[in-house]
């Protein structure tokens, strides 16, 4: 027992020198998951396009439509920044990106109220990005439905129904809608607790590749490792180099799940333990599968940079934060579960924006011990594997010296 | 100058051939990328969503709403639950995306002519999964709602469309420009494609030139373009750059042909920015692969440096909605002015006379090419005058 901590603290003071040796290892395992987190949430402090410039053609000029227009004006959302005349001069507003969205009153708008018909309001919108969509889309609601509830309560005076029998009328069942855990249907409050867990995996997962290609690139990945240890006991190996990186992030993790999602007042409902006690199986499946895929493909210290991009997005996108899980292909569904970034963004999301107890995150929770305990064994096994065959390589080698040695002295015998 | 920038050129293609490994892993990410997001994004919207009931009433109304509700497009009732926790819970698992609440007396109440309350409740901690939900929830309120009312109207003796105007008296009639089906496979990959190869195109520039300085052949490959920085760097670029625009180009003409994305403008616009696209990432990574000698710390930094600018492209949550500073930041990124135009291209088709400005952007990142050259000059003359200064020291 004692051997086998003295072993586990041999490793792990051989990976505490390398980690803090190592400007690039530094600069990725402590200065990106602190500033990222920041910069991000500063970024997506405006959680939502406010006053967003529309353009309004008014072709009915009537009390009617006026008074649409005041209210559209009146909502959060949007902002009439332009009157136009025609709705050509408001497509050229458009196509220079004055303004997002089109509100057109035809003629007949004024009219058609007057004759108790539906009257129309034509929508134009820009769909470069959907966030321009969705702004013009609440904000034209919200009037739509007040408007509706004035208008409907007139012709029903105008039937001759009294107050209350009216309002019944009008609304035989009343719908109730109620947000839940993102009331202001925000970018910041959902992407945000997916781009921590993202954040922590991409940096852990790129620091440990990092290490492991040094090691690999200097050929020095065997002399890392105490003589003793290279032929049983490996796992001590593994053991103290995941204690090493553990003990680096979960402060880290206290920062970026608990303490700036409070500065930035994201939703954030979990309690700090059941974080804390849901980030354990987390870190440890991300740091054994970062060991696993270094010691597996990664030969040189810079090259794994060049494949992290497109790896980040696709574990964004897999993630099903985006694309929900059930309506992924799926084929990608269980790929996506080679990954601890799925179940630990599914699982801290639930936690801390949804507020979800440890009991209901089960199926997450569980996959995270079992990723990190399959991963463990494959990075234990590929490391023995190499050590195996690098000693093979050297008896074949340290044979055929001796066998030329052998033959160069029976030369010089002759 | 052509003698000069041929022979890097030759030297580098035969690097490439000696050590293909980067060059393939880059075109496979690609195209593992490319087929991802089309298979992903393949129905254009998510389809099915789960949502639940709570029926509390039990009636046969509560039943017709269910059935109701599973006949609506976007969603189907995945469970029924008798109380409110059971179903919060199913939320908080993730396994419903809204429930509608029918409280008990639904029914009576309705027969008694007080309105009663029906609750919705959307989970939109998933953004798109719960806006969709409640899109096709509210309107199947609405349309259920409408139904009662009609019946009602009808007994009255009114005609249809008296009926219509009564019940609706006003209506949008929405024209989505650019995007008329909201496809979100159409507004992902557009975007998302270029992004990523701009991305890697940066890193790979950053790459090849870190891995000079690591492998200590800087002097070897200068030698070759006579010592001359920017004729070296532009030698060393060209094999990239025609790749990485090859690969846009076909990523874009798969996209706007057989995929069958709308494009409003003209392709000769969309293969200009294109270009110029990827000239301006491969300047950028230049710039920082010279101007940080360190190899390590180039990769690094070229990496933070990027990974920012999916967001502010603009093309999830508008720039323009971003806090001032990251506004005007947003103006170093490529990608940027690439998006700009491609939604003036695509979406809006205006032509040259607009899109001009952003193409003079994307050109004017050249200068960070001619910077970095002379950075690199910088250093070389730098490092000749210390080792100079060295051997005289040795020889004293």
Not at chain 2, 196 to 224: C, D, G, N, P
């Amino acid at each position: 027992m004692i051997n086998t901590l003295r072993d586990i603290w041999t490793v792990f003071s051989i990976e505490v020198r390398r980690v803090f040796g190592d400007r690039m290892v530094l600069l990725i395992f402590f200065l990106a998951p602190i500033l990222y987190p920041v910069i991000f949430c500063y970024l997506y402090h405006n959680e939502n396009v406010e006053n967003m410039a529309v353009a309004v053609v008014d072709e009915s000029r009537s009390a009617d439509s006026k008074r649409f227009i005041h209210k559209l004006d009146a909502t959060p959302e949007l902002t009439v920044a332009y009157r136009c005349s025609n709705l050509g001069e408001a497509h050229q507003l458009m196509n220079d990106h004055e303004v997002r969205s089109i509100f057109y009153f035809p003629k007949d708008f004024s009219s058609r109220l007057a004759e108790m018909r539906t009257a129309r309001v034509i929508v134009f919108s820009d769909m470069s990005s959907f966030y321009f969509y969705k702004a013009a889309l609440t904000g034209g609601n919200a009037v739509l439905i007040d408007e509706m509830h004035t208008i409907e309560l007139q012709r029903y005076e105008q039937a001759g129904l009294t107050d209350e029998e009216a309002i019944i009328q009008m609304q035989p069942v009343v719908m109730e809608n109620t947000t839940l855990f993102n009331p202001t249907g925000g970018y910041g409050s959902f992407f945000l607790p997916c781009l921590m867990i993202l954040v922590l995996h991409q940096t852990i997962f790129l620091g440990i590749c990092i290490l492991t290609g040094d090691a690999n690139e200097n050929r020095k990945s065997l002399r890392l490792i105490p003589s003793h240890l290279r032929r049983k006991s490996i796992q001590r190996v593994t053991v103290g180099r995941a204690l090493c990186y553990l003990l680096i992030y979960v402060p880290l993790c206290i920062l970026d799940l608990w303490f700036i999602p409070r500065w930035f007042h994201l939703p954030q409902l979990g309690n700090l333990y059941t974080i804390l006690i849901f980030c354990l199986p987390f870190l440890l499946a991300v740091i054994f599968f970062g060991m696993t895929v270094g010691n597996l493909v990664v030969r040189q210290k810079i090259s794994p940079m060049l494949c992290f991009v497109f790896f980040s997005l696709m574990l964004f996108f897999v993630s099903g934060m985006v694309w929900p899980q059930e309506s992924m292909p799926r084929f990608w569904y269980h790929f996506s579960y080679l990954f601890p970034s799925t179940p630990g963004v599914q699982g801290f999301v639930k936690i801390a924006s949804m507020g979800a107890p440890l009991s209901e995150v089960r199926n997450d929770y569980m996959a995270l011990w079992l990723q990190a305990a399959v991963y463990f064994s494959a990075s234990t096994l590929i490391l023995s594997a190499k050590l195996f065959l690098r000693r093979r390589k050297n008896i074949i080698i340290h044979n055929l010296r001796q066998r030329r040695q052998m033959y160069l002295e029976a030369q010089y015998k002759r | 100058m052509k003698q000069s920038v041929l022979r890097v050129l030759y030297r580098e293609l035969r690097r490439i051939w000696l050590n293909p490994r980067y060059f393939i892993i880059m075109t496979l990410g690609i195209a593992f990328t490319f087929v991802f997001f089309s298979t992903i994004t393949k129905e254009g919207q998510p389809k099915r969503l789960s949502v639940a009931v709570v029926d509390m009433d039990g009636s046969y109304l509560s039943r017709r709403i269910c059935h109701e509700i599973n006949a609506t497009p976007g969603v189907k009732v995945a469970a029924v639950y008798n109380n409110h926790t059971e179903a919060r819970k199913a939320m908080q698992r993730g396994d419903i995306f809204a429930f509608y609440e029918i409280p008990k007396g639904t029914y009576n109440d309705l027969l008694q002519f007080r309105s009663p309350h029906f609750v919705l409740y959307v989970n939109s901690a998933y953004m798109l999964a719960g806006t969709l939900s409640y899109k096709q929830l509210a309107t199947m309120g609405m349309l259920a709602t409408g139904a009662v009312q009609r019946e009602v109207y009808r007994k009255k003796g009114y005609n249809d469309e008296q009926i219509m105007g009564l019940i609706q008296p006003i209506e949008y009639d929405t024209r989505n420009i650019g995007n008329p089906w909201i496809n979100y496979g159409n507004y992902l990959m557009t975007t998302l494609i270029p992004a990523v190869i701009a991305f890697l195109v940066l890193m790979h520039t950053a790459y090849v030139i870190a891995r000079e300085r690591q492998e200590k052949t800087v002097k070897s490959w200068l030698r070759r373009a006579g010592n001359n920085t920017l004729y070296a760097l532009i030698g060393k670029m060209i094999p990239y750059t025609v790749w990485y625009t090859l690969l846009c180009l076909l990523a874009n003409l798969i996209m706007f042909g057989p995929m069958g994305f709308p494009l409003e403008g003209s392709w000769m616009l969309l293969v200009v920015s294109s270009i110029l696209l990827i000239f301006a990432a491969q300047c950028a990574g230049c710039f920082i692969a010279c101007a940080i000698p360190d190899p390590p710390l180039t990769m690094g930094i070229s990496a933070l440096y990027s990974a920012m600018s999916f967001s502010l492209s603009g093309f999830s949550f508008p720039v323009e909605s971003m806090p001032r500073f990251f506004y005007s930041f947003s103006w170093l990124y490529p990608i940027r002015h690439y998006f700009r135009n491609f939604s003036d291209i695509a979406i809006y088709g205006n032509g040259f006379s607009i899109c001009w400005p952003r193409l003079c952007a994307l050109m004017a990142f050249g200068i960070l090419l001619i910077l970095g050259a002379y950075l690199l000059h910088w250093q070389q003359m730098r490092e000749k005058r210390l080792s100079v200064q060295h051997v005289k020291t040795d020889v004293l």
